[in-house]
């Protein structure tokens, strides 16, 4: 059994690219393919506490596949990659069993369970692959699977076809763009270097450095990445496909989008400005913390004209990320370990908010918030999670999201960071004001007018729906009473990261052949 366990990175990036097949050949079984994939999906999110648990008592774990090239393909779980796969296997189970009774069911049936199983396993890839080139097939993997499940139906929908072509086609088209910088400059980088694993990379280019002998192209070529990254995370000015994509996008989707995949572009730059241009790290700091004011800022202020629900969250999630690369910019232990607390907190309560905006257009028949009003008797599960949400992304106690925002602004002024600090906390109260006035456009008052708008929908939510939620909602309060834990592995994964020197050992010692 023990040494089943050592296969557990692979495990967690095979089986979903085996179940995505295995669903296809269950289309003709409605029954059995909800039940095989919401099981193996649990499993999944088993293992992924399995590989964190292992990585934090054993230490560093390295997966070869293979035989392929100097180094193989090999797959590195360090603390960050493993609590990262954690974070979003745990999204994911949430999401898919909400799914089963949210998206219709010829969607259902034909192809998004093996949608959603290769875009499980393209965030695994890109979360435990040492490999700068395979985390660029992970992402292609990652953008092919999403642009399909955006276009899903869900059940009584409210967006037209036409609208989730042209949000699919502007992400399809900006994402590729960013698909053709990343190998520019993974290509850039073999050719300069001599090698795409990560570890050989830092090591390679800290000697370049040493020597004197670094070339000005490697400067360039970090400039791609944060391009790169900065897309996926859809921070300013890359961010404009966002606020299309997830209004149009089903609920589950939305919040696999705004909880997991944008924080896939915090991943890579906590990943290749923290391990393989760490010497050049300095430089890129201050460009860093522009964008990420930058995008607080965007965010923020286009959040408060919103009256559509889901783009109001779409924008929020703009402006959120923004907080976590003001973390990774200001780049010390204390910082990139808020920046981490942070990243959790707003999946956690982001997904939630996602999940329960889908119940909240289902059962008003619009996204548009000036229709709705006094749902909090009609709907009153919908309005205490969306209440707790707000709370968390506000910065409110009890929730996780007050000790986020309190650990970043604390580790900013710890570090000097005064003015930054000062415009971020600025914005956070534009953050307390969208988040109420949508609250209480929604949930306040008296029921909206029926004969002007209709009655709202008497279909309760089932508890396929409601349990991803109050799990959600719960994690949302636990974190912010007992953040301790959270606080502590964020610590140990910062520490990692300034000091890459146990991960370059893990992968060098053992994979040389």
């Not at 919401?38 to 774990?61: C, D, E, K, Y």
């Not at 909400?98 to 959603?116: A, V």
């Not at 949400?389 to 106690?397: Q, V």
């Amino acid at each position: 059994m023990i040494a089943e366990m050592s296969h557990l990175p692979i495990l967690l990036i095979a089986v979903p690219i085996l179940m995505a097949a295995i669903m296809l050949f269950l289309r003709s079984n409605a029954g059995l393919q909800k039940g095989v994939n919401i099981t193996a999906s649990f499993i999944m999110m088993a293992l992924s506490f399995v590989l964190l648990w292992q990585v934090w008592n054993g230490g560093i774990q390295v997966y070869e596949v293979g035989e392929w090239g100097k180094y193989g393909i090999i797959l590195v779980a360090d603390l960050l990659s493993s609590g990262m796969v954690v974070l979003s296997s745990l999204v994911s189970f949430l999401a898919l069993l909400y799914s089963l009774d949210y998206i219709e069911g010829k969607s259902l049936n034909s192809s998004y369970h093996s949608l959603f199983n290769l875009l499980v396993a393209g965030l695994n890839g890109t979360f435990l692959t040492g490999d700068i080139f395979n985390m660029f097939v992970f992402f292609e993997i990652l953008l092919l699977s999403s642009c399909a499940l955006v276009v899903a139906n869900e059940k009584g929908g409210v967006t037209k076809s036409s609208d989730k072509m042209e949000a699919t086609f502007k992400y399809l088209v900006l994402n590729m763009i960013g698909s053709i910088v990343m190998l520019i400059a993974v290509a850039s980088l073999y050719a300069t270097v001599g090698t795409l694993n990560m570890a050989d990379l830092s090591v390679k280019i800290s000697s370049m450095s040493a020597a004197g002998t670094l070339p000005w192209h490697i400067f360039a070529i970090a400039l791609l990445f944060i391009v790169v990254f900065g897309n996926k995370a859809a921070i300013f000015p890359m961010h404009y496909w966002l606020p299309d994509v997830h209004p149009t996008a089903p609920s589950p989707i939305s919040a696999m989008l705004s909880g997991v995949m944008i924080k896939v572009g915090a991943y890579g730059m906590l990943r290749v400005f923290f391990l393989i241009f760490r010497d050049a790290l300095y430089l890129f700091q201050p460009i860093i913390i522009f964008l990420a004011l930058a995008t607080i800022i965007i965010g923020a202020v286009s959040a408060v004209g919103q009256k559509d629900v889901k783009r109001l969250l779409a924008y929020s999630s703009v402006s959120q990320i923004g907080y976590v690369f003001l973390g990774i910019g200001f780049g010390t232990v204390y910082a990139l370990a808020a920046a981490l607390v942070f990243l959790v907190n707003h999946a956690i309560a982001k997904s939630m908010l996602f999940l329960t905006s889908g119940g909240i257009i289902h059962h008003a028949g619009t996204r548009d918030m000036n229709k709705m009003g006094g749902m909090m008797k009609t709907s009153p599960v919908m309005s205490v999670a969306f209440l707790i949400g707000a709370m968390s992304i506000a910065g409110l106690p009890p929730m996780g999201g007050f000790i986020a925002k309190f650990v970043l602004f604390d580790a900013g002024l710890l570090a000097e960071y005064y003015i930054p600090i000062a415009i971020a906390l600025f914005f956070a109260v534009f953050t307390l004001f969208y988040m109420f006035r949508a609250w209480l456009l929604m949930f306040w008052g008296e029921i909206r007018d029926v004969e002007k708008y209709g009655e709202y929908s008497s279909h309760k939510p089932s508890y396929m729906i409601v349990l991803p939620i109050i799990t959600l909602a719960a994690l949302a309060f636990v974190f912010g009473i007992y953040a301790e834990p959270l606080i502590a592995l964020s610590q140990a994964i910062a520490e990692q990261l300034i000091d890459p020197q146990p991960y370059i050992d893990a992968v060098m010692t053992r994979v040389v052949r």
